[in-house]
């Protein structure tokens, strides 16, 4: 019993998230997703600047799109891509790892190790100790 004002504090913060992606995005981002999966590009790039259109908050579309931009050697438009997207969420460590990417087709691989090991693992292992401290203070 001591644990329930714990855990409904938590999901009162996760449930009431002011930053919420609207659905209309998130569904142009799923199709993005499956049209970059099957290998249409093309239509991949539009659903994902579509879901970057209906919500410019929705850093997930952000690296989808630059995914596209990169299969195309469309280098410079990748990164402004993902600058944007890291812009919206510098915390995200998939956009880092797609800096790095980035950084390292244009041939840079000082900044691209960087982005990588600096920025990206650092965050996913961020990450994963915070949700591990907050699973430990649910059940504690």
Known sequence: MKNIPKL??????ICCNSDKIS????????KAVHSLRSDKYSEALKYS?????????????YPIKAQVLIKQNRFHEAEETIQKQLKIK???AEGWTFKGLIN????DQIQANQDFERRSVQLFENKWKN?????QAMIL
């Open 8 to 13: 409904l504090v938590i999901l009162i913060l």
């Open 23 to 30: 659905e209309k995005s998130i569904d142009l981002n799923n």
């Open 49 to 61: 600047e579509e879901a970057i259109l209906a919500d410019n908050k929705n850093f997930q579309a």
């Open 90 to 92: 510098h915390d995200f």
């Open 104 to 107: 390292s087709l244009k041939g």
């Open 131 to 135: 949700n591990i401290h907050a699973y």
